[in-house]
């Protein structure tokens, strides 16, 4: 009995030490976690301080109308981003029309249909695309694709659109090959391994027994995936399409080869266009004056509230689903 008694207190102390290393590890990782989420703010801070700062000279010369006007003139001095923004806006927002739902159907193919023995070389080739340098989907859009859009694609389009209003000034000629429509063809297979990866693992965090329960009753693979594989990752599938999405914003070198780097803005789809990466890519090094470059980084700044307000748009829609579901 003594022995015990005089064991305790060196337990009690034993247990005191665990518990205060436990304490101290869990304050470091706190601490850590909590300097690396602020840098993140810092960084950003900084960033959009910076490019607020160098774009003040172009900003209060022009005021409103530099969001509003099409003119970009470096030898008279004037400058609009109209014309960038609507190639940044129109070149993603097909991307993403094109690359959202083959990533989704490959991602559920993977999944739900695909032979067991083929899913890994077709998932790992489909990955495999994420990793080629973008400079090499630039070559290959001038080089391969724009060719063979102007010869055989883009003709046959005109002409089965031509007399169709509405269409006919979409799918205007001359095809010249490069043009807002193959940007976007190049930017949609950029981005769709992002989609179909990420979309991919996150249908695999679906629990099995929801899918064999939902078999059970009698639904078919297209009623599983659309009523419970879907709705259960739909955040996860969000956050794809906004990776694939700010990856096509912020694309520079593959666009640049194949837009044609025209600032004007026109209704079709095969015109020669630009985009805010695009022109900064193509006339930083060349600006002369500091109103041509302040110019040129408040294209950066536009570029950067245009991506977080639609990055911010999307965690709103999905807070509203969240509430409307209840989750």
């Known amino acids: 009995m003594s022995a015990v008694q005089e064991a305790l207190p060196a337990v009690r102390g034993s247990r005191d030490a665990i518990v205060r290393r436990f304490a101290l590890t869990d304050a470091i990782f706190h601490g850590m ?7 993140v703010l810092v960084l950003l801070g900084g960033v959009a301080i910076s490019l607020f700062a160098g774009s003040w000279q172009a900003l209060s010369t022009f005021g409103f109308s530099f969001l509003t006007s099409e003119s970009w003139n470096p030898v008279t001095e ?9 190639g940044t806006i129109v070149t993603s927002a097909i991307a993403i029309l094109i690359a959202v739902p083959l990533g989704i159907g490959i991602a559920i193919f993977l999944t739900e249909l695909c032979p067991r023995p083929l899913r890994r070389p077709i998932g790992m080739a ?4 994420a990793g080629i340098p973008s400079i090499i989907y630039g070559i290959w859009g001038l080089f391969v694709l724009a060719p063979f859009l102007q010869t ?8 089965v659109f031509h007399g169709i209003p509405g269409l006919n000034s979409l799918f205007a000629g001359p095809p010249y090959g490069i043009g807002l429509l193959t940007s976007s063809l190049i930017l949609a297979i950029m981005v769709l ?21 939902a078999y059970g009753i009698g639904c078919t693979t297209w009623e599983v995936t659309r009523r419970v594989v879907i709705p259960y990752t739909r955040i996860g599938i969000m956050g794809g399409v906004m990776l694939g999405l700010g990856r096509a914003l912020g694309e520079t070198m593959a666009v640049t080869f194949v837009i044609g780097n025209a600032h004007r803005i026109s209704t079709s789809l095969f015109a020669p266009a630009t985009t805010i990466s695009a022109t900064i890519a193509n006339e930083f090094t060349e600006a002369v004056g500091d109103l041509y470059t302040s110019s040129l980084v408040a294209l950066g700044l536009i570029l950067f509230v245009i991506t977080f ?19």
């Open 33 to 39: 976690t909590r300097a690396a989420a602020i840098l």
């Open 78 to 86: 004037k400058f609009g981003a109209l014309a960038p923004i609507y």
């Open 126 to 129: 489909v990955e495999l695309l």
């Open 152 to 159: 055989t694609i883009q003709p046959f389009i005109i002409s």
């Open 193 to 213: 391994p992002f989609i179909t990866s990420i979309t991919k693992d996150v249908f695999d965090t679906v629990p099995p027994v929801l899918k064999e329960s």
């Open 309 to 327: 307000l639609i990055l911010a748009i999307a965690r709103y829609m999905l807070m509203r689903i969240d509430a409307r579901t209840g989750a």
